[in-house]
């Protein structure tokens, strides 16, 4: 579904550029494109690819939790390699959403599977 909201939002976007025109670019460098690119296909379309087969191998409902950790690990490696201040307000709040995806994880069921008859059918009980 992103890879196609990509491709279909492309005209729209060369039509602005054209119409709007592209700010002037003054420092232009190699390493500039280069994290463009990266920043284009890397992590907008090649890594919904990574996620989504983690999604089917994992499970989505178990997967999926760890998508809420996502805030806290920005604020953390923001920190770590930019030198961005960290807030004890939402670095607190990141914990606690940290410990109640730990929770969820640990607190799992497995569901119990309903006999099943020699024709593919599962064994109801009618109240006849």
């Known amino acids: 579904?992103?890879?196609?909201?990509l491709l279909m939002a492309a005209p729209l976007i060369i039509i602005l550029l054209v119409v709007l025109g592209v700010p002037?670019?003054?420092?232009?460098?190699?390493?500039?494109?280069?994290a463009f690119i990266y920043l284009g296909l890397g992590?907008?379309?090649?890594a919904f690819f990574?996620?989504?087969?983690?999604?089917?191998?994992?499970?989505i409902a178990k997967v999926g939790q760890i998508q809420l950790l996502q805030p806290i690990l920005t604020m953390l490696f923001a920190s770590v390699m930019l030198?961005?201040?960290i807030n004890p307000a939402i670095?607190?709040?990141?914990?606690l959403v940290a410990g109640t995806v730990f929770l969820a994880q640990k607190s799992r069921v497995t569901a119990v599977k309903s006999p099943v008859i020699a024709g593919g059918r599962p064994i109801v009980e009618s109240s006849r």
């Open 43 to 46: 992590s907008s379309l090649i």
């Open 24 to 34: 002037p670019i003054k420092s232009l460098t190699p390493m500039v494109i280069l």
């Open 83 to 85: 030198g961005e201040p």
């Open 1 to 5: 579904m992103t890879s196609w909201s």
């Open 50 to 59: 990574a996620w989504y087969r983690a999604l089917a191998v994992g499970g």
């Open 91 to 95: 670095m607190t709040l990141g914990f």
